[in-house]
């Protein structure tokens, strides 16, 4: 969000806020407390949320939260879908991240 949709907030000069709660998702499922979240804050004039473009077959599974909020906010629902290249470039920012950790615990395990 803050790579993609907040320069184009601040380009069209539309104030935002952007409210990072913590909630028990064992409980709850995402679609859930951002309905939840959404219907807490007055102030809020729409839902703002990345799509993750997991592809329909794993969505019918896995189920989608811009899915779940789209049909059952109170307020409107706004889903921002990244360029392929951007996809691309956070896939890859991923699997980097999820290589050097495997290696930090691989070392980590060597050590004990």
Known sequence: MDEHVVPLLDEASIAY??????????VSSVGEIMVEKSTLIDDAVAVVLASSSKGRIREFFIGSVCNYCLHRCKKPVIVYKPSEADEKAEE?????????????????????
């Open 92 to 112: 890859e920012r991923v699997q980097t991240t999820q290589k050097a950790a495997s290696s930090d615990d691989k070392e980590k395990a060597k050590d004990k």
């Open 17 to 26: 806020k952007i409210d990072i709660v913590p909630y028990d998702t064992n």
